[in-house]
């Protein structure tokens, strides 16, 4: 029988090891889905399932998630783009860094400005507000290619759709994203 998420949170709290265990009963699955689309690899998947269960258990006393799948997706797919920017430093190109360069099209580079923290938390403030105003299918597309880093192909299964159209919906989008930040003021 698997535990709640207050129930897992409450061992954590208590600093009981059997936190882990049951996190992994209740969330390996989904956290090495999330880890191997980034970096197609096995190895770098378990790797980061093992960071993402140790921040989880450092973070636990000072946090109280609400949602413990939700906190625990964003530890391994941090710990995922992380271990994904080391390899494409060493010139290994990943589906995940390709799905990103799709995307810098349509988003300004922040980090030079002075006000980098501003804008950064004004673009995800305006990318939110774009993608809640997406239909359900389109956002469902942009939210697979863009934080589960499917490929197209894997998207056009789970749609029933063929790649092609994927590949279209997606472009539109884009296109559609990079006015909608255009006109936000950013260029």
Known sequence: MRLEDREIIDLYWLRSETAIAETDKKYRKRCIYIAHNILNDNSDAEE???????????????????????????????HAMNRLRY????????????????????????????EDTTDESELAEALNEFIAGLDYKKRFIFIRRYWYLDTQAQIGKLCEEKEENINMILARIRKNLRKYLNERGFD
């Open 87 to 114: 390899l494409v430093s060493g010139k290994r190109k990943g589906d995940g860094i390709l799905a990103f360069d799709e995307l810098d099209e349509c988003i300004a580079d922040t980090s030079d400005s002075v």
């Open 48 to 78: 980061c399932l093992n960071d993402t269960y140790m921040t989880a258990w450092n973070r636990m006393p000072d946090e109280r998630p609400q949602f413990l799948g939700a906190f625990l997706f964003r530890i391994i797919r941090n």
